[in-house]
């Protein structure tokens, strides 16, 4: 097990967010699951776009971890939930080879799953890449964190982002119990923008 430097600086992680995004506030931790990556022989390609990523939207990232694949990803995920950060992203080990054991070391430690985001990941994935679909990554709530296992690829993580990107602020407003008003108001809009809708009371033109 070995930690990998970040590529930017603490005040690099102070940096806008991207496109307009809100700033957020807690903390991140990206762990990179790879035999390869760990023991040196192949070097580790996802873990700094998810570490600048993360950073560009305010959080603090810790340095990139990498580890063998097996039990040491879940020595590693149970090692970074016990210090209560709030999202921790993998990469790394979702395939189907005999390795990729990552969901399954995953699976113990999450108290409610949310599969509609690698759903999405997999269906972004697949329209160039149609391997993506063999993707077995997970993605829920292990108490207050959010984990989600994203694949090894640059391609796949990026297709992550891109998922993650627009509803990691709502998702963390939920968790504290907030963020009902603007999906309640984003529906009230729907309801009044439809076809034969006129005003609030929904009665036809």
């Not at 810790?62 to 992203?89: C, F, K, N, R, Y």
């Amino acid at each position: 097990m070995r930690d990998i430097p970040a590529r930017r600086s603490d005040l690099d992680c102070r940096a806008p967010a991207p496109e307009g995004r809100a700033a957020l506030c807690g903390r991140a931790h990206v762990l990179i699951a790879s035999t390869r990556a760990a023991d040196g022989t192949y070097e580790d390609r996802t873990g700094p776009i998810l570490h600048d990523w993360l950073c560009a939207r305010g959080l603090d990232v810790a340095p990139v971890q990498v580890v063998s694949d097996g039990p040491a990803v879940g020595e590693a995920i149970g090692a970074v939930l016990s210090t209560g950060v709030d999202v921790l992203i993998t990469s790394g080990g979702t395939g189907i080879a005999p390795s990729d054991v990552t969901p399954e070391q995953t699976a113990p430690f999450l108290d409610r799953e949310l599969p509609g985001v690698l759903e999405e990941v997999r269906r972004r994935g697949a329209g160039t890449a149609p391997a993506a679909l063999l993707s077995r990554g997970l993605a829920g709530m292990a108490g207050r964190t959010f984990v989600v296992n994203l694949p090894g690829s640059r391609g796949g993580v990026r297709d992550g982002i891109a998922v993650l990107d627009p509803i990691l602020d709502h998702l963390l407003e939920q968790r504290d119990g907030g963020g009902h008003e603007q999906a309640d108001e984003a529906e009230i809009g729907r309801c009044d923008d439809g076809p034969g809708r006129s005003g609030a009371d929904g009665a036809s033109a």
